[in-house]
């Protein structure tokens, strides 16, 4: 047998995918070690996979497997300046808590507080930027409006957690098609206000996932009339403003 056969039997994909996730499973085991240094150096080797190891962390949690070690890392993975793996990890933490049920009770304890506390940060960011916030008699927040020029697509990504929010005013930001994206797990949301941003007809069609909204405004957007009747298709009951 030569030498190139015999490497590639010796590399076949198979065999790559078991010794990737063999390593995986060791580097997540890793995370519960007493050593600060082992466990973050495992944490930080399943970071440089980026958003492609999001879903495997996610399993482990519901698997109740180093549970809050990972939500911990979450978290950390969440505040990357990599906005895949950044947003990756706020829709995780988000769909866990809206799967809780399918959790153990001491992990859906470490969800809740993780969930909290992502809510807590971004909240406190729009603050910073001068953001109207308000809150139904639950405290659940259901309304943001948003007036800064510094308000773009990474900022976007905070609302990931505020699975309440009915109303969103963004208008006169500097979001773009990509950044509607990020309102796929908003889907209690009812109205947008995306005029005057960076947002053109065909990226509305993001808005899909978005089933209950009824109202979109999109002053100085030159919405087609191709989009105009695919919207409407797709989102029943839709009523587009534009000028």
């Known amino acids: 047998m030569s030498l190139c056969v015999l490497a590639d039997e010796i590399n076949s994909p198979s065999e790559i995918s078991v010794d990737r996730t063999t390593e995986i499973d060791r580097l997540i085991g890793e995370l519960t070690s007493r050593s600060f240094i082992q466990s973050d150096w495992a944490a930080r080797r399943l ?4 958003a492609s190891i999001v879903p495997q962390l996610t399993t482990a949690v519901r698997n109740d497997i180093a549970a809050e070690e990972i939500l911990a890392l979450l978290t950390r993975m969440s505040e990357s300046n990599d906005s895949d793996m950044a947003a ?4 995780a933490i988000t769909n866990l808590r809206q799967h809780q049920d399918q959790l153990s009770s001491g992990t859906r304890r470490s969800v809740e507080t993780v969930y909290r506390n992502s809510i807590r940060s971004c909240l406190a960011q729009l603050s910073l930027i001068g953001a109207v916030i ?5 405290q659940n927040v259901i309304e943001v409006r948003v007036r800064s020029k510094d308000f773009g697509d990474r900022q976007l990504m905070l609302l990931l957690s505020l ?3 009915r109303s969103l005013d963004l208008r006169d930001t500097k979001i773009t098609d990509a950044g509607l994206r990020h309102l ?3 889907t209690e949301l009812v109205s947008l206000n ?14 899909e996932p978005l089933q209950q909204l009824k109202e979109v405004v999109a002053y100085r957007i ?5 989009d105009r009747d695919w919207l409407r298709e797709h989102l029943p009951g839709v009523t587009i403003t534009n000028r």
């Open 163 to 165: 699975t309440t929010l």
């Open 222 to 226: 030159d919405v087609t009339p191709a």
């Open 47 to 50: 970071m440089s996979r980026g």
């Open 134 to 138: 308000k809150r139904d008699e639950h």
């Open 184 to 186: 796929a797990s908003l």
């Open 88 to 91: 990756s990890s706020l829709r």
């Open 194 to 207: 995306c005029s005057d941003t960076l947002v053109t007809s065909s990226g509305l069609r993001e808005l």
